[in-house]
């Protein structure tokens, strides 16, 4: 912490160039509702350099050093406005209110967004997933929204229940905070199967940010952070419409609609239906490739937009029901079959409210949350029964110290968690209630970004927890931003729904000894260097972070060939993660993007330093996005290559182990193309194209009930190419359209 200290009152002591930021609105006259404008230009009329405004309204310039210069905002079908903006204006945040421009002629502004983004003036390193980068990919649940990012992995747990889970630097999804809205969300029965609760076509943006995340979001970060941002009311479709089928035989429809109730309310619907009817066994193992099933989910939502206060609050329900197992064909009459079947609900319900005060930058805002969740579920004969009642409220006072450069939050938070698990003859129940309060100070200088933060939580079974957490961004260059983030985090772990996926084997399960919280150190940090290439901005990243655990549940899969064991950590357990990647776009119509990432995470199990299993310690990443002139036509290409990883010693049916422990390299391509005609999109595209499968992913597939039966080795698809068409339809609300 020392040389903590010393190194950001360094940073603070040198100067800098400057940067602005800001919002810009559209208006059609006094008695109508601004609107955030999308697609609006913020330029700098000698610098030549400007934004584009995102789905927000939000843009960000950072300054040349020949200052004064003449800042110009402009839109399609508004008066263009200027502003004179000198070094005195660093830092500042613009707010910004177009008029509607209705008796000239009709002007056609091109310009181009990229997808995917990383905003240069925010502290922390947080990487923006937009609308548009959604639809890259089938997208039809959070489970396949990454597949165009190299910065989280999706992996499937097992080879019979067809459940995901995403990992971050390596570490298990149970280690990265997942919110929605800012409100805590995939937390406790949910780890395991809420990705495919949340589908894609109500998802707006997704904000990443690796390595311990702002207080103010509680004290579970460990890995890093995904936050998921919803369409809003007042700016979605007035109506949406998704149909989507795959040779798999899934098939969904999604159905989105928002508007307006009045000057101040605004209402939206987001629903959801899947099913997946049709009986596959591709590799002839038995085995269903996937589980058949349904899925439905409904939110509602409304907001509230007043002079002194501002509200959201909704509700949010799910029925995910799934048969998996061996095929109807060896399902006789008399016999015994391997069955698997989960159910699983969810409903919940949340808000968020804000007051204003009349003192300039002082507001407060509380959020809150309250859901019940249960999961039922069979794995042959093991079965899980689990129940959870949880609420969530989070208070936050915003203050500033005299101008914006200095800036504070303080806040208390309150959780509070009932959760009742069996897995056959283990239980784990346990009521938690967890407050905190947390403390968090802003510096903003010309060159340095500077957060300091502190919480304070005490849990009723384990006691006081305290979590420090430093972050820092320092402008190098005009083009070039160093930051560095370094805080502890803290979770108490549900080994039972954790590992949910390790029932689908004989295995038997030991339970720990105790439980205690896991604890973890994390610190890193990135480099970013915008420049020129044929012309055109690109962007290099490159970051490194390292996670050290004081304390970790362990699962030992080796330890016994008859046995999972569960235990806290006695030893070292550790991650580190570099990635390395590059956005270019050399020709107008195209978008590239190259990633490589290496992982080295290893654990002590049994007194020696491992490289845990499941993880690659490789993985390369190409993207390309293309999109014609004309905007009809769009395209995108994605293929990643998986390097080796060590996989769990198992036994084999005839009473010796597995000799190869470790996966091969294998390659993922997928591709789409999508036409759009006015209201309407049409698109095809293709998963594993490559047909790369892994044989034999279920060990002893045909004695499911032996004591060598295991379908938790898998590490590869077990499907081929996974061929899948849809179509869009959607229509603006009123004001959008005249906009």
Known sequence: MKYIILTALFLISLSATAQVKGVIYGSKGEKTKKTKLYGAKARLLKGKIGDITDEEGNFELVLPKALPDTL?????GYYPDTIVVTKADRYKSFVVTLYSDLILPEIVVAYKKGSTSISRLKTLATETLSAGELRKAACCNLSESFETNASVDVNITDAVSGAKKIQMMGLDGVYTQIQMENIPYLRGLETSFGLHSIPGTWIESIQITKGTGNVVNGYESMAGLVNLELKKPEEMEALYLNVYTNAMGRTELNFNSGFRMGEKWSSGWFAHAAAHPIEMDYNIDGFRDMPNGTNFAVLNRYNYEGEKMEAQFGVNAYWDNKIGGQVDALRTAGNDFY????????IDAFGKTGFFFKKPGHSIGIVYNAKYQTVDTHFGPRVFNGTERRGYINAIYDGIIKTTDHKYKLGLNGVYSDITQRMDSLRSDRIEIVPGAFGEYTLTTSRLSL??????????????QGAPRVHAKFKLTEYTDLRFTSGKGWRVPNYMIDNISLLATS????????LTPEISWNMGGSIAQEFKLFKRKATAVVDFYHTQFENQMLVDRDVNASQIVFGNLDGKSFSNSLQVETMITPWKTIDLRFAYKYLDVRATYGGKLQQQVMVPKHRGFFNLGYKSRSKRWEFDLTCSVFGTARLPQVELPDGSETVNNSSAVYPLLSAQITHVKKAWEFYLGGENLLNYRQTNPIIDAENPFSETFNATRIWAPVFGPNVYFGVRFSIQQEEEKEN
């Open 451 to 464: 957060v300091l933060g502190g919480r304070a939580d005490y849990h009723n079974i384990y006691g006081f």
């Open 72 to 76: 110009i905002f402009s839109a399609m």
């Open 507 to 514: 295995q038997a399960w030991v339970a720990p000894d105790s």
């Open 339 to 346: 069955n698997v079947t989960i159910d699983s609900r969810h």
